[in-house]
Antibody, heavy 122, light 106 residues
Framework: EVQLLESGGGLVQPGGSLRLSCVAS????????MSWVRQAPGKGLEWVSG????????HYADSVKGRFTISRDNAKKTLYVQMSSLRAEDTAVYYC???????????????WGRGTMVTVSP | DIQMTQSPSTLSAFVGDRVTITCRAS??????LAWYQQKPGKAPKLLIY???SLESGVPSRFSGSGSGTEFTLTISSLQPDDFATYFC????????FGQGTKVEIK
């Protein structure tokens, strides 16, 4: 079964850091671009960052550029995002999502994890 | 940045109704548009990609159309399982989502 499982969420103070992980199973992880998408409580979806499977090129939304770093370990089939200088507005459920075609960051997302909640509060 | 605007924000309908949701892009995105369904507490589920292609396993009552800047998602006969929030997504330049359309029971 194709599956993504996020972990690492929690409560963190403003200015703090957190690293989220997403373990993949059921598909050839290294072949696919992967992304992080977040959803603030009661709000819509916001694409945060993506990383290609082949050349490991990355891209970030302006809202997190310079504060978040996406990475992946293809041997461990794991996607990461290191979040620093966290703000209250970063509070959200963070989903990892798989691109539906093999290489592209510009893609629909056919598989999503269940999400992990990040709360930024004093 | 490409902005995506959905309408309506909320839609009330009866089981069996034909339902249409519209998504407009701030600039042409060709057919690089997807539709998702999300239920409370759950992850989004891909329904439609490339504006009109039905994802495997998605019921045929869901259909998508449009190109350029205007797109629609149609549910031909609303079922109890379809009451949810629907999002569009452009993916011509990375990703941007619409704000969502909540489909409620009338």
């Amino acid at each position: 079964e194709v599956q993504l499982l996020e972990s690492g969420g929690g409560l963190v103070q403003p200015g703090g850091s957190l690293r989220l992980s997403c373990v993949a199973s059921g598909f050839t992880f290294s072949n696919y671009a992967m992304s992080w998408v977040r959803q603030a409580p009661g709000k819509g979806l916001e694409w945060v960052s993506g990383i290609r499977g082949s050349d490991l090129s990355t891209h970030y939304a302006d809202s997190v550029k310079g504060r978040f770093t996406i990475s992946r370990d293809n041997a461990k089939k794991t996607l990461y995002v290191q979040m620093s200088s966290l703000r209250a507005e970063d509070t959200a459920v963070y989903y990892c999502a798989k691109s539906s075609t093999v290489t592209d960051l510009n893609d629909a997302f056919d598989i999503w994890g269940r999400g992990t909640m990040v709360t930024v509060s004093p | 940045d490409i902005q995506m605007t959905q309408s309506p924000s909320t839609l009330s309908a009866f089981v069996g109704d034909r339902v249409t949701i519209t998504c407009r892009a701030s600039q042409s995105i060709s057919s690089w548009l997807a539709w998702y369904q999300q239920k409370p507490g759950k992850a989004p589920k891909l329904l439609i990609y490339k504006a009109s292609s039905l994802e495997s396993g998605v019921p045929s009552r869901f259909s998508g159309s449009g190109s350029g800047t205007e797109f629609t998602l149609t549910i031909s006969s609303l079922q109890p399982d379809d009451f949810a929030t629907y999002f569009c997504q452009q993916y011509v330049v990375y990703s941007t989502f619409g704000q969502g359309t909540k489909v409620e029971i009338k």
